[in-house]
């Protein structure tokens, strides 16, 4: 008795000791300027007069410097251990590169400015995420009752900004993200500061690492999920206007499915050690194939277009949490900065790609084809992780 309440009071000190609400400040502020800029950008970029190939090549560009960003920054966190420093100069310089949205109405200009605010965009989230491990301690399982609270600032602008275009220009846009990049910065300044390792000279190297059949798979599997999600991002507001939708339709859309995905996170300290992060991951994938085709031959029908948004919850939150499990396993902390960046890396690849091929061909004609493309994205990756995951558990 005397050992079970020794070991609930130290639970209730671990826990006390996590910063929750500046760590969960941070990624609904973060997450709020991803919520605007995900659903409406296409919609602002078309109120300039910006054709469908421009669109997918302007949105390439933001998800294209995921490519280098997050690979640099990382070996500098890894070497210095000072993640938490990089991530609030990397908020500062995101609210002082959107500054440049309000003057660029051009290719080339608006060019300039993505590729400035998308170098620090996406580079400082993998750094936090890393931070947010470190707070966390042994207590990992809680990772997504933290992360949440950045589904929440994503439905807050997603769903918020939609009611707000129903009556208001989509020109105001750059505004809303301007004053939500401001906050991420501000929040930033509120995280407490925690040691981070640094990579030790006689840990494993992050290339032998990456040698491991099940990493390299992973990581191949995750290139191909976020590949088949990058019609969804870049044009599937467009796409639903096109078919009658209003902007407030688009926005309660896009914010059922991260309502969705917070459902999940709230339940994922329980779900995840139950099911284990493999049967997750390829629940997820197979979800991801039925959300792409219901989307791409279910636009006619209302009730299989808001059905499909519940899947959000299999093809983003699901693998997510599973794959944070995954990366701190096997790259542990002195490589966590870059095992975390190459994730980040992937994802930003497969989106930058998948927009600008999706720009290239994009029409209401070919919606469902471009759909059915990333169902058969999404089933390459569950059969590679399916054979992997047979042969790591096979004698």
């Not at 002082?96 to 109405?105: E, I």
Request: proline share 4%; with cysteine.
């Amino acid at each position: 008795m005397q050992h079970a309440r020794d070991s609930g009071q130290r639970f209730r000190l671990s826990v006390a000791r996590i910063p929750y609400l500046p760590l969960g400040a941070f990624y609904f502020f973060y997450f709020a300027v991803i919520g605007g800029f995900m659903p409406y950008w296409g919609l602002y970029l078309q109120s300039l007069g910006f054709n469908a190939e421009a669109i997918g090549e302007l949105s390439a560009i933001v998800m294209a410097t995921r490519i280098i960003a997050p690979n640099f920054w990382g070996y500098i966190a890894d070497k210095t251990g000072q993640r938490l420093r990089l991530v609030r100069l990397g908020a500062g310089m995101i609210t002082l590169g959107w500054l440049g949205v309000f003057v660029a109405r051009e290719f080339w200009p608006l060019a300039a400015v993505l590729l400035v605010y998308g170098f620090f965009q996406n580079a400082i989230l993998a750094q936090f995420e890393a931070v947010t491990l470190a707070h966390l301690g042994e207590q990992r399982e809680r990772y997504s009752q933290i992360r949440l609270w950045g589904s929440l600032g994503f439905i807050a602008t997603g769903t918020g900004l939609g009611l707000y275009f129903e009556y208001f220009p989509v020109s105001h846009l750059p505004l809303a993200l301007l004053v939500c990049a401001l906050a991420t910065w501000l929040a930033s300044a509120f995280v407490p500061d925690i040691a981070t390792p640094k990579r030790s000279p006689n840990a494993q190297g992050f290339l032998a690492i990456l040698q491991r059949r099940p990493v390299w798979v992973f990581f191949i599997a995750h290139f191909l999920l976020q590949l088949s999600h990058a019609p969804y991002y870049t044009f599937y507001s467009i796409y639903l206007e096109s078919h009658g939708y209003s902007r407030s339709d688009i926005g309660w859309l896009w914010g059922l499915g991260v309502f969705a995905e917070v459902v999940l996170f709230m339940l994922m300290h329980r779900v995840l050690p139950a099911v284990g992060e493999h049967r997750l991951m390829l629940w997820s994938l197979a979800l991801a194939a039925v959300r792409w085709l219901m989307i791409g031959y279910g636009v006619e029908y209302p009730a299989m277009i808001w059905s499909a948004q519940l899947l959000h919850a299999a093809s983003f939150a699901t693998f997510h949490a599973a794959a944070m499990t995954l990366i701190y396993r096997h790259f542990g902390e002195g490589s966590q900065g870059q095992g975390q960046a190459l994730y980040s890396m992937l994802w930003g690849t497969g989106v930058a790609l998948g927009a600008w091929l999706a720009g290239v061909v994009w029409s209401n004609a070919m919606a469902g084809w471009i759909f059915a493309t990333a169902t058969a994205l999404c089933l390459v990756a569950l059969l590679l992780l399916m054979q992997s995951f047979r042969q790591a558990s096979a004698p």
